[in-house]
């Protein structure tokens, strides 16, 4: 079905377009992980959570499966002005907008309706993802592969411009073609040089390997900057495989620190996939690895219900979250894949991978650690009832000292501290599962170095501080009641506003 068209205003002058725009610092919250790296740090000291400040709707029309809530909602983003920028889901299986709103307040400052149509090819409602540059510039999905772009995030009243990494005299001349059958499928992920990059699929009569319009676009993943200037090569051509079908569905892209390299996932026609690094001007294949499960050799399950995407650490290290092969084999658990920057040494791995992007927490504000690394990795690190013992935790991980798996039969990274969580869950609590809890519900937790402390989400409804100093969970504050839901981003702003995201709403939690 055709998305509704969005009508346009018009498009801002020369000065949108000069390349003599004063650029700017760092957004506070850039993307989804807070930066092209997905590191997930805090760019300021969190506010203690005492309450929540306020609330704002993430979708206006839940579509329950069940009691569950299945929808990966996308990931807010923060200007250094303390505005936040919120993806909003207008119907019950499609339509998107976005609400800038005062980080402080949630006061409504203006919102923008998008005529993107959601990728389809996944039973969960996959992602929405905004992104902010340099500049102050707002990147957001639109129709048919298209980018729209605002040229002051801060600012109500200014009008859009569309850009199309494959041509804009292309896209209005088969506005129909391309709106049906190539969408955005992945976050956006802004570069140093305020390049958006996305991963986008084609979808024809065999879907993925059918040309679509004169470009004749594949599955692929494309870079285009706020000029219209855009770059694409598919999946098939990157992976260097006539069995690579697309990038994987949620895989934001990450850049590399020095902006000269872009890892992505490619999926595979019959399950498994890569791991590559495109150079970032030529999107030539640098580095591939094909993933695997660690422990059986098999190839590693690349799902499109995964919103794992890489993490790079500042020693140019990459982490990336895949499920375990049989998938009920690990406890359904999955690995944290580790590798070098060039992807051709595996290194320890972490216990839990399934649907997690790590986040990054520098060694130097943990006076108590006495290890060889200069960072540790948080991630989720739930033993789901029904194939482990229910007992779903949070690690802190150490990457480079090894310690035997816990529910498996290889050496894993270490955990340097976990924390079980807090509430039980009356669903699995019984004689087989006596201490079973909810699930940590993050896909990206928040990190702050200044207090030491980690923010997560919990399927209890609440949003917890863990302080990696004590290893206590130290403060809580109740968002809504339980709900099961797909895991969700905790994001923090400028001013230590911290939000997490629970049944279909965004909360912003301070003192």
């Known amino acids: 079905m055709t998305p509704p068209s969005l009508v346009l205003p018009t498009v801002i002058g020369a000065a949108f377009l000069s390349s003599c725009c004063p650029a700017q610092s760092q957004p506070a919250w850039a993307c989804y992980g807070g930066s092209a790296q997905h590191r997930s740090v805090s760019p300021a000291a969190t506010q203690p959570l005492n309450r929540v400040l306020w609330w704002a709707p993430v979708d206006l029309s839940p579509d329950y499966q069940g009691s569950i809530l299945a929808a990966h909602y996308g990931s807010a983003v923060i200007t250094k002005g303390n505005t936040i920028i919120v993806p909003v889901k207008t119907g019950t299986s499609d339509g998107f907008r976005i609400d800038a709103r005062n980080g402080t307040t949630g006061d409504l400052l203006y919102s923008l309706d998008s005529d993107y149509s959601v990728a389809t090819g996944s039973s969960w409602l996959p992602s929405y993802g905004p992104a902010l540059d340099h500049q102050n510039q707002l990147f957001m999905p639109g129709a048919g592969g298209t980018i729209l772009v605002r040229k002051n995030a801060d600012a109500a009243g200014i009008g859009l411009m569309r850009v199309v990494f494959y041509g804009v005299d292309n896209f209005n001349a088969q506005k129909n073609i391309f709106a049906n059958y190539v969408k955005i499928s992945t976050p956006l992920t802004v570069d ?293 839901q797909a895991y969700t981003p905790v994001i923090s702003g400028p001013t230590g506003i911290s939000y997490a995201i629970n049944n279909g709403k965004l909360f912003a939690i301070g003192k």
């Not at 170095?449 to 989400?457: D, E, F, K």
């Open 192 to 484: 140093g040089k305020d390049n958006a990059w996305f991963g986008f699929r084609t979808y024809g009569q065999a879907e993925d390997e059918t040309p679509i319009g004169r470009p004749g676009l594949l599955s692929g993943i494309a870079r285009v900057d706020s000029k219209g200037n855009g770059v694409w090569k598919s999946a098939k051509a990157i992976a260097g495989d006539p069995d690579a079908l697309r990038i994987q569905m949620q895989c934001a892209p990450a850049i590399s620190g020095d902006n000269s390299l872009v890892y992505i996932a490619i999926q595979l026609r019959y399950g498994g996939g890569y791991l590559v690094a495109i150079d970032s001007t030529t999107l030539e294949t640098k580095y591939r690895v094909r993933l695997l499960d660690p422990d059986t050799g098999n190839d590693a399950i690349v799902t499109n219900q995964s919103s794992a995407s890489p993490t790079i650490g500042p020693d140019g290290d990459v982490y990336f979250g895949v499920l375990s092969n049989p998938e009920q084999g690990h406890n359904k658990r999955g690995y944290m894949l580790h590798f070098d920057k060039t992807l051709a040494t595996l290194k320890l791995c972490g216990s839990f991978g399934w649907d997690s992007t790590a986040s990054l927490i520098p060694t130097s504000t943990l006076p108590g650690y006495k290890g060889p690394s200069s960072y540790l990795l948080v991630t989720k690190y739930n033993n789901y009832a029904g194939f482990g013992d229910g007992i779903n935790k949070v690690a802190l991980l150490d990457p480079n000292v090894p310690m035997p798996d816990p529910v498996g039969s290889i050496n894993v990274m270490s955990e340097v501290e976990t924390m079980p969580g807090i509430t039980q869950d009356p669903t699995w609590v019984s004689p087989e599962y006596p201490n079973a809890v909810y699930e940590w519900c993050v896909n990206a937790a928040a990190v702050d170095p200044a207090s030491h402390s980690v923010l997560i989400n919990s399927e209890d409804g609440r949003l917890y501080r863990w302080d990696l100093l004590k290893n206590e969970i130290t403060e809580g504050v109740l968002m809504e009641g339980p709900r099961g």
